[in-house]
């Protein structure tokens, strides 16, 4: 572990170094934290979830963000014009330009929908 990163975890570090193959794993592979296979050695799924949850709580993973490229940034080694933002990093404002819904490029109607020349939907009548 960074030697940084060992001081910054808030006491975390002992208890969750064992879950951190096992996160990875789930966030690599998407795979359920319920379903994370015992036989890999991770542990429970629910206590590396758990595990996570805590790291998340406690501010780890931003500064191990931070962390990691401080210094490359220092340097002038990162190209932030080439940089990507999605929400996921940064929360979407409330009140920006709404985009109007997108139009089909598919002439004609859909497979299976219901159509009248009224605009209201036809009933179905089993017999």
Not at 11 to 28: E, K, N, S
């Amino acid at each position: 572990m960074h030697p940084t990163l060992s001081r910054g975890l808030g006491g975390l570090a002992g208890r969750t170094c064992g879950a951190l193959p096992g996160i990875l794993f789930v966030l690599y592979t998407g795979v359920l934290w319920e379903f994370l296979p015992q036989e890999l050695g991770f542990g429970s799924g629910m206590t590396c979830r758990r595990r996570l949850r805590d790291r998340n709580d406690a501010g780890v993973w931003q500064r191990l963000h931070e962390s990691l490229l401080a210094e490359p940034n220092a340097t002038d080694a990162l190209d932030w014009s080439r940089a990507v933002i999605d929400s996921s990093h940064v929360r979407a404002l409330k009140g920006g330009p709404k985009q109007d819904r997108a139009r089909s490029t598919v002439p004609g109607q859909a497979p299976g929908t219901i159509w009248s020349p009224k605009g209201t939907a036809s009933r179905w009548r089993y017999r």
